[in-house]
């Protein structure tokens, strides 16, 4: 059976600090995968989605960047984090050219930036 | 691009009550609805969608319809459980063959009371 890890659970880290939150999938090749942030009170924003290694596409302009260095290895990066960053970060993947696309999400990171 | 918007934003019940949460969206080639279930601290799991060929679906208490034409779908929870509090997102999408990104609406959180 497929399963995500998402890690760290948690995460408080000063402003102007690095950041990397990794994200595997297993029992699958090749998904779509994606990073999504959810901020409090507010919906899922989609940050990255990633089609193949190597191959990101960004959603909005920001502070953060994402890597695939493997097939099922996604990575949530900044270099300087900013206040605003705070929010709970999820990775989901999906399986490509289905019928239907389901996501299914990892349990998440929340990330307090201070 | 696609644009979700999801009321109420919160809902209180009475448990055995039924719940109704409604969504509309933009995008007229959107074909595929997911309604995704989010409890406290974890990630959004699927619970029930829709393909925009099919204008109604049950499963057990949980059912969702469609009108393409309104450009709106809803969620009905009948019987309502204290277990089925949570945040409830619904979210649209193209069936295409790269990305499959899905756009999500803000949120209902869901209270059940006994």
């Known amino acids: 059976s497929q399963t995500i890890h998402q890690w760290p659970a948690t995460l408080v880290q000063p402003v102007g600090s690095p950041l990397s939150l990794e994200c595997t999938v297993e029992?699958?090749?090749?998904?779509?995968l994606y990073w999504y942030r959810q901020a409090a009170g507010r919906g899922l924003q989609l940050l990255f989605y990633s089609v193949g290694i190597g191959q990101i596409s960004s959603e909005v302009p920001q502070n953060l960047s994402a890597s695939r260095p493997q097939d099922r290895q996604f990575i949530l990066s900044s270099k300087k984090l900013l206040l605003s960053d705070s929010g709970f970060y999820l990775c989901?993947?999906?399986?490509?050219?289905?019928?239907?696309?389901?996501?299914?999400f990892g349990a998440g990171t929340r990330l307090s930036v201070l | 691009g696609e644009n979700v918007e999801q009321h109420p934003s919160t809902l209180s019940v009475q448990e055995g009550d039924s719940a109704v949460i409604k969504c509309t969206y933009s995008d007229s080639a959107s074909n595929y609805f997911p309604w995704y279930k989010q409890e406290l601290g974890k990630g959004p799991q699927l619970i029930i969608d829709?393909?925009?060929?099919?204008g109604e679906k049950k499963d057990q208490r949980i059912a969702v319809t469609l009108n393409k034409t309104a450009k709106h779908f809803s969620l009905h929870i009948t019987e309502t459980q204290p277990e089925d509090s949570a945040v409830y997102f619904c979210?649209?999408?193209?069936?295409?063959?790269?990305?499959?990104?899905?756009?999500f609406g803000t949120g209902t959180q869901l209270k059940v009371e006994l």
């Open positions: 979210a649209a999408s193209r069936l295409t063959g790269g990305g499959n990104k899905l756009t």
């Open positions: 029992g699958t090749s090749n998904p779509n």
């Open positions: 829709i393909r925009s060929n099919v």
């Open positions: 989901a993947w999906s399986v490509p050219r289905r019928a239907k696309n389901i996501q299914y």
